[in-house]
T-cell receptor, first 113, second 116 residues
Framework: DVKVTQSSRYLVKRTGEKVFLECVQDMDHENMFWYRQDPGLGLRLIYF???????EKGDIPEGYSVSREKKERFSLILESASTNQTSMYLCASSLTGHPKGYTFGSGTRLTVV | AQKITQTQPGMFVQEKEAVTLDCTYDTSDPSYGLFWYKQPSSGEMIFLIY??????QNATEGRYSLNFQKARKSANLVISASQLGDSAMYFC?????????????FGTGTRLTIIP
């Protein structure tokens, strides 16, 4: 069964910490995405990548960066975590043009205290 | 820019009844795809159904069908004979199918609760 794996299901971090959220897919997909999900706001795109070492800003990139050194891995980095980054983070991957869209990971619920 | 609007934050439906979840969209792209995803309380997003903007027929997948009305820019999800396991968040999403674009734009979601 194809999978997108996010390294942590729940994470609690302190304000100001550097936080790494890891995402690995085993489907050889070119495209990978990071979204955050907040009640009443749906899913908002943070960053995405269409190829190794390529990254593009989504709709809400402020306070985040990403790294894609290998095709299967896409990391989201919170340089200095803040309480307003408390959220559910969803990683997804896709095959270009595939009609089923994305395959999602199970999500990481991050709490910044 | 693309926009998805889901106007029903929450719905309560009796088990075995049919459910319609509303979705309207706005885009200037001539070619696009529309998606519905289900998110149970466990958190994972499950793909349900896809409709291409040039598809002649409405998409169906088992108990799910997509009522696509292009002129109205609506893509409502219909669930027939609802079950308790259908209780979840449902998201409508769209993607412009121009070359090089793989981004999905999501709506705010509808929380569906099925009542026994």
């Amino acid at each position: 069964d194809v999978k997108v794996t996010q390294s942590s299901r729940y994470l609690v971090k302190r304000t100001g910490e550097k936080v790494f959220l890891e995402c690995v897919q085993d489907m050889d997909h070119e495209n990978m995405f990071w979204y955050r999900q907040d009640p009443g706001l749906g899913l908002r795109l943070i960053y995405f990548s269409y190829d190794v070492k390529m990254k593009e800003k989504g709709d809400i990139p402020e306070g985040y960066s990403v790294s894609r050194e290998k095709k299967e891995r896409f990391s989201l980095i919170l340089e200095s975590a803040s309480t307003n980054q408390t959220s559910m983070y969803l990683c997804a991957s896709s095959l270009t043009g595939h009609p089923k869209g994305y395959t999602f990971g199970s999500g990481t619920r991050l709490t910044v205290v | 820019a693309q926009k998805i609007t889901q106007t029903q934050p929450g719905m309560f439906v009796q088990e075995k009844e049919a459910v319609t979840l509303d979705c309207t969209y706005d885009t200037s792209d001539p070619s696009y795809g529309l998606f519905w995803y289900k998110q149970p309380s466990s958190g994972e997003m499950i793909f349900l159904i896809y409709q291409g903007s040039y598809d002649q027929q409405n998409a169906t997948e088992g108990r799910y069908s997509l009522n696509f009305q292009k002129a109205r820019k609506s893509a409502n999800l219909v669930i027939s004979a609802s079950q308790l396991g259908d209780s979840a968040m449902y998201f409508c999403a769209m993607r412009a199918t121009n070359f090089g674009n793989e981004k999905l734009t999501f709506g705010t979601g509808t929380r569906l609760t099925i009542i026994p």
